[in-house]
């Protein structure tokens, strides 16, 4: 089935990465240019434009004489992408809580509620979705711009959200809970707790028990 195009969507590279991401291709998956033009319903030129600016975004790997496979990144690549990340997703927090209005706020509720609500109705490709709609409202709070488009580069640059990212269902539901945690953080103007969450997210470190008496 082709997948119409939207303005809304972006252009067609936009496009071509964001199902990558989504898990659409799988990482290793050799791209037939003749499929790709039938699902995205464009010229043989535009894709091979797009497969290019892709390989340059290290999204698919060219071989020559044998055609675009989508990138695997290795596990240094990937830990470095995080640590990248994690030094620019924290130090936007500041400005994040300072920007964020009531109407915000009320924004990322609805969205992080989106996200638990296709814990139990989605698929995985619809939880990255609701993900990647929840990052892009919070991430859009920030004041420098040019940060914003470095971290959506970045994690462009990562493996495939449903492979890799929620392994289980539990580190799902805890993605879940960080969400609303983040929104609460915004909402009482407590940039570290921002940050901590944030940290956190990126790093999918396991959730602080609380210690008895606490």
């Known amino acids: 089935m082709s997948v119409k195009a939207d303005p809304a969507t972006g252009n067609l590279v936009d496009r071509m990465a964001r199902d990558i991401q989504a898990g659409v291709f799988a990482p290793g998956m050799w791209l037939k240019q003749i499929d790709l033009e039938t699902r995205y319903e464009a010229k043989r030129m535009e894709v091979r434009r797009a497969l290019d600016q892709l390989a340059l975004k290290r999204l698919v790997r060219h071989v020559p004489n044998r055609g675009y496979h989508v990138h695997t990144p290795d596990d240094r690549q990937a830990e470095e992408v995080r640590e990248v990340r994690l030094i620019l997703e924290t130090s936007a927090a500041g400005s994040v809580v300072a920007n964020a209005t009531a109407?915000?706020?009320?924004?990322?509720?609805?969205?992080?509620?989106?996200?638990?609500?296709?814990?139990?109705?989605?698929?995985?490709?619809?939880l990255y979705e609701a993900n990647i709609a929840f990052h892009a409202k919070l991430l859009a709070l920030g004041s420098n711009r040019e940060l914003i488009n470095i971290v959506w580069e970045l994690r462009g640059r990562g493996p495939s959200a449903p492979v890799t990212q929620w392994k289980t269902r539990a580190r799902i539901e805890q993605s879940n809970r960080e969400h609303f945690h983040m929104v609460e953080a915004i909402a009482a103007g407590d940039a570290g707790a921002l940050r901590r969450l944030t940290a956190d997210h990126i790093l999918q470190t396991e959730e602080r028990q609380p210690t008895d008496g606490a």
């Open 103 to 126: 109407a915000d706020i009320a924004e990322l509720r609805a969205l992080a509620q989106r996200f638990a609500d296709l814990i139990l109705e989605g698929t995985l490709l619809d």
